[in-house]
């Protein structure tokens, strides 16, 4: 019953949630569309997916999505996340996050879930900005941009996100940006089906805020900056490091699967009381040992 | 079968959670309450259940949240500094009604203040420790045996009313070791489902995984079942969905939140008395200190003066109604805590209702990480007789 003009993906919304909160231009259409598309593609069931978000513009996507998911405190996702997984390892869990919620108050978490390799997929909108706020300097903010807490430019170095969460040990790492749709979706299947800790970092636009006080209003034009500053990680690797200033080195970064902290955690419970993990056990009225 | 142990307070905590059905915790190790986790680590695998050690205590009860939506009955343990810093995830867990059991193992504060020495520092942090307004349950065990049987109450408590219980326990009572017996099978009141089937609901009658029957709970389906729950910690309707900048969804969801507690209270409480019926005297006191307080009355009746005790179990709720009896009848009412003053809040409160008659309230403080001795306690009851 899809018609010429509807979103293919519009049977996995909250249709009654519309329209969403989002402002116009805003890149977490794109995102949800790839995810879904990733998701399709590879051939995981939406009824066995579960979503986490901590508090952001990118943490409002799994309220609009047609799943369990939980939009938990600012940075925190990734926890609630590695609980819901241990408690049910059949859930696929995705996390939405943002580069505030991600890097800045959940910093610690993001980097000792990936150390651990906990099978979750985390896909980090990083507009360079907090847009929920109104336009603050983020972790990620290039150095010279304007924000509200930033009126004379950044003085700080930002975090590259990608190199961040590979250093800690996460066994897929891809970064994309809102024009390369395909690439993304393409990213996001492999990380859905990646058991361990997938991230997927997409930088996206922020017209409203990064645009308005970096004087590129027009998403359009954001977006087509993306585009002609991506250089193709395989191409950077063998590009100077001065040539790279400015650029944003898109692609692979880590596919590399190893044995997860979920597996870890059921194989010790067969190998000490010969069963595996509970499921659902909280609805049981007797515990017999 | 029925087995009998000699563990520390922390041990037997372990055990209760184990016996309730606990099968996941999520931890990070503090003084002094270290022992509940390493227990857990060792008894879950062995229990179908699991542990994870987390990054900060933040993560822990993120954890314990989390796995609680999965359908599992969780629990954390920590100290003043760690739930200090999991008070914004209380109040999450509050705001969307998850149970779920946290173990608080008192020391001397505030900050680092004193690791290994006990305290009941926290009792007003555990009452108003988040932001916005909730109505906690919490258990004060004043012996090892307690530890146990009172987080399996914890566990019994949150699924009952699908809040976060807080265990109120201390340095004492956790490093404390006795003599408990963990019987065969205790009472579990297990999580309810939806009446329901997910299949059953459409858009013209869409599940409603927040609405509740007066004064009650919602059931609580669990993430994988197909009820596709939308979880916030945003002001919600009973759909789910965000409703934020309503004040009458707020005070409509708030209200029914403090509701659920606040008209349960006599079913939740839990209090004790001793002597009380001609006592002119009567000693309130929870935790620790109840052991010293119980030598002093006995003391006290063997020299004839006229005092009784009241056993609070459960701070939170506060037990108005018995703490109302007593200022009725009682002529002085003694706190006996190990504080500078935080129960004796709610007592002068309601003491205060008695109008005219209402009897004086003293506070025996206690710091630094001792009980309170017997004959100080003693001592005050002559002053004031």
Same mark, same amino acid.
């Given at each position: 019953m899809v018609g010429n003009n509807e979103n293919p993906f519009i049977k996995y919304l909250r249709e009654d949630r519309l329209p969403n909160i989002f402002c116009g231009g805003c890149g977490n259409g794109t995102v949800l569309n790839t995810f879904f598309k990733g998701m399709e593609s590879a051939e995981i069931?939406?009824?066995?997916v579960a979503m986490t978000s901590g508090i952001g513009c990118s943490s409002r996507i799994p309220g609009y999505a047609k799943c369990d998911s939980l939009h938990t405190t600012h940075g925190r996702a990734i926890t609630f996340a590695t609980g819901l997984k241990i408690g049910n390892p059949d859930l696929n869990i995705v996390v939405f996050t943002g580069d505030g919620d991600a890097a800045a108050i959940g910093g610690n978490h993001l980097i000792h879930a990936a150390r651990k390799n906990i099978n979750l997929t985390v896909i980090c909108v990083n507009n360079n900005i907090y847009g929920m706020t109104g336009g603050q300097i983020s972790p990620t903010s290039p150095e010279g941009s304007f924000a509200t807490t930033a009126p004379y430019g950044s003085i700080e170095k930002p975090f590259n996100l990608a190199e961040l969460v590979t250093a800690a040990g996460a066994s897929f790492v891809a970064r994309w940006t809102t024009a390369h749709p395909l690439q993304l979706s393409k990213s996001i299947k492999k990380a859905l089906l990646n058991p361990g800790f997938s991230f997927v970092e997409v930088v996206s636009q922020c017209p409203t805020y990064f645009g308005r006080k970096n004087r590129i209003r027009n998403p359009v034009d954001m977006v087509k900056i993306f585009k002609e500053n991506s250089i193709n990680k395989r191409k950077a690797d063998k590009m100077d490091e001065e040539k790279l200033i400015g650029k944003i080195i898109v692609g692979e970064f880590v596919n590399k699967p190893k044995k997860d902290l979920i597996k870890n955690i059921c194989d010790l419970s067969v190998e000490q009381c010969g069963r595996d993990l509970a499921v659902q056990s909280a609805y049981q009225d007797s515990f017999q040992e | 079968m029925v087995k009998e142990l000699f563990v520390q307070g922390n041990e037997a905590c372990a055990y209760g959670a184990i016996k309730a059905g606990c099968k996941f915790f999520g931890g990070y190790p503090i003084t002094p309450s270290t022992e509940v986790a390493e227990k857990l680590a060792e008894l879950l695998p062995k229990h179908g259940g699991s542990f994870i050690q987390m990054e900060d205590e933040i993560a822990a009860i993120g954890a314990i949240i989390g796995a609680s939506w999965s359908g599992l009955k969780t629990m954390t343990s920590t100290s003043g500094p760690g739930f200090s810093l999991m008070q914004e995830n209380i109040g999450y867990a509050h705001i969307t009604e998850t149970p779920t059991v946290i173990v608080n193992v008192q020391r001397g504060g505030p900050s680092t203040g004193q690791p290994t020495m006990a305290s009941q520092g926290d009792m007003m942090q555990i009452r108003w420790g988040s932001h916005g307004d909730y109505e906690p349950i919490s258990l004060a065990p004043s012996s090892v045996q307690e530890c146990f049987d009172f987080t399996v109450e914890a566990f019994n408590l949150s699924e009952q009313y699908r809040v976060p219980v807080i265990l109120a326990t201390d340095e004492i009572i956790g490093h404390m070791r006795e003599k408990i017996t963990i019987p065969d099978s205790v009472d579990v009141i297990p999580r309810t489902m939806p009446k329901? =089937?997910?299949?059953?609901? =459409? @858009?013209?009658?869409?599940?409603?995984?927040f609405k509740a029957e007066e004064n009650g709970a919602p059931p609580m389906a669990a993430f994988g079942q197909g009820y596709k729950i939308p979880v916030?910690?945003? @002001?919600?309707d009973e759909r789910g969905y965000p409703d934020s900048a309503d004040f009458e969804a707020h005070t409509k969801l708030i209200t029914r939140l403090n509701n659920k507690i606040l008209n349960n209270r006599e079913k939740i409480v839990s209090v004790h008395e001793r002597f009380?019926?001609?006592?002119?005297t009567i000693i309130i006191s929870y935790g620790a200190p109840v052991r010293s307080v119980h030598r002093a009355v006995v003391q006290a009746r063997e020299e004839g003066l006229k005092v009784g005790s009241i056993k609070v179990d459960t701070p939170w709720p506060f037990p108005e109604a018995q703490i109302l009896k007593a200022a009725e009848v009682a002529k002085n009412l003694i706190v006996v805590e190990?504080?500078?003053?935080?129960m004796v809040y709610e007592v002068e409160r309601v003491a205060g209702m008695v109008g005219e008659n209402r009897p004086n309230v003293h506070l025996i403080p206690k710091i630094g990480g001792e009980l309170h001795k017997p004959e100080v306690i003693l001592s005050k009851i002559k002053e004031i007789s």
């Open positions: 069931d939406f009824n066995s | 329901e =089937s997910p299949d059953e609901f =459409s @858009t013209n009658n869409p599940y409603l995984p916030t910690g945003l @002001t919600h009380c019926d001609d006592a002119d190990m504080n500078l003053g935080q």
